[in-house]
């Protein structure tokens, strides 16, 4: 609890003294006669004269009660408002047939590529707080999956989706980035990202990767290359001749050096991932680098609590009238 106007407190050291002191000034000051005190002497004190300083610790206690209602005593819930823009960010994922090879591992089981992707990229929308996000999926062309939203839970519906398969196959990265600078190129965000992800290079797409990377610098935004998988060869599904299951040693090429050079193309910053891990600390690594600038307001919520103490001093007010009229009253 605190007080509006704590100083109005110092009337009760102001008040309080010179009532006690001319209270107890006036005590006998009013005297009645008599003859002899002898009888006086041997009569004993009744109830209400032994508790005669009630009067005055009534009105003490009413001075004090409304004494601090006057100060207006508060109870305050502080709160904080963040007042912030927030960033634009495209998650680009490429879901192209290479992203079935199961090089990634999750709880010690293997998993495709786009399987783990799925629940790091879930992990990194998760995080987010205040920021437009949109997702685009590309393989032999780009798809918007997701437009840009605030509603993660939408988001987060729509990447459960997202399945190798659902756009012809092949690898068009330029394409992506191009699809990914349209969804952000007419927002007012201050920063605009686009975390694009691959495991392979360039080969569809009617766009060339450096020149849509050239348009995403020519609209301010930046560009965050991830290439995803082991190097070297990598486990591939496939089926026999009995129509089972089997793995098989594939090599996968990516192109590091045109996803490097797009990210420092638009001052961005390319990453390899080649396991679980490394994917995850790439992600939170970007998570940390784009974060929002925001103003921070603090205010707080009163509620006033003057009424707790004006009501109890106006009933001890009217108990103590009431003795001083009745029980208490003097005779001149």
């Known amino acids: 609890m605190i007080f509006h106007d704590p100083l109005i407190l110092l009337l009760i050291v102001v008040i309080l003294p010179p009532l006690v002191y001319f209270y107890l000034r006036r005590k006998g000051t009013n005297q009645v006669l008599f003859p002899s005190l002898e009888t006086l002497k041997?009569?004993?004190?009744?109830?209400?004269?032994?508790?005669?300083?009630?009067?005055?610790?009534?009105?003490?206690a009413v001075i004090v009660l409304l004494v601090v209602a006057l100060a207006?005593?508060?109870?305050?819930?502080?709160?904080?408002?963040?007042?912030?823009?927030?960033?634009?960010?495209?998650?680009?994922v490429d879901v192209s047939g290479s992203m079935l090879a199961e090089d990634f591992e999750m709880g010690g089981k293997r998993y495709n590529r786009l399987y783990v992707i799925k629940q790091v990229v879930k992990d990194f929308i998760q995080r987010r707080i205040n920021d437009r996000i949109g997702l685009v999926v590309f393989a032999g062309r780009a798809y918007t999956q997701c437009p840009m939203t605030?509603?993660?839970e939408m988001l987060l519906q729509l990447l459960e989706k997202v399945e190798i398969g659902m756009i012809e196959d092949g690898t068009a990265i330029g394409s992506g980035i191009a699809s990914s600078v349209d969804r952000l190129r007419g927002t007012k965000a201050k920063s605009k990202v686009v975390v694009l992800l691959t495991d392979g290079r360039?080969?569809?797409?009617?766009?060339?990767?450096?020149?849509?990377?050239?348009?995403?610098?020519?609209?301010?935004?930046?560009?965050?290359?991830i290439g995803a998988g082991t190097k070297g060869?990598?486990?591939?599904?496939?089926?026999?001749?009995?129509?089972?299951?089997?793995?098989?040693?594939?090599?996968?090429?990516?192109?590091?050096?045109?996803?490097?050079?797009?990210?420092?193309?638009?001052?961005?910053?390319?990453?390899?991932?080649?396991?679980?891990?490394?994917?995850?600390?790439?992600?939170?690594?970007?998570?940390?680098?784009?974060?929002?600038?925001?103003?921070?307001?603090?205010?707080?919520?009163?509620?006033?609590?003057?009424?707790?103490?004006?009501?109890?001093a106006f009933w001890l007010l009217l108990f103590e009238l009431g003795l001083t009229k009745t029980r208490y009253r003097k005779i001149p």
Do not use: W
């Not at 974060?291 to 603090?298: A, I, L, P």
């Open 202 to 225: 360039n080969n569809a797409g009617e766009i060339d990767s450096f020149t849509a990377a050239e348009i995403a610098k020519t609209f301010g935004i930046k560009v965050y290359t």
């Open 72 to 92: 207006r005593p508060q109870y305050g819930n502080e709160q904080t408002k963040v007042t912030t823009e927030g960033i634009d960010i495209v998650l680009a």
């Open 233 to 312: 060869l990598a486990p591939f599904p496939a089926v026999d001749l009995f129509g089972n299951k089997v793995m098989r040693q594939v090599k996968i090429d990516i192109d590091d050096e045109s996803l490097t050079e797009i990210a420092k193309i638009t001052d961005g910053k390319y990453y390899r991932a080649t396991d679980t891990e490394s994917l995850k600390e790439i992600y939170s690594q970007i998570d940390k680098l784009e974060k929002t600038e925001s103003e921070v307001t603090h205010y707080t919520e009163y509620n006033e609590l003057f009424h707790y103490f004006l009501l109890p």
């Open 42 to 60: 041997k009569l004993k004190p009744s109830f209400f004269q032994r508790y005669r300083y009630v009067l005055i610790i009534l009105r003490s």
């Open 150 to 152: 605030l509603d993660y």
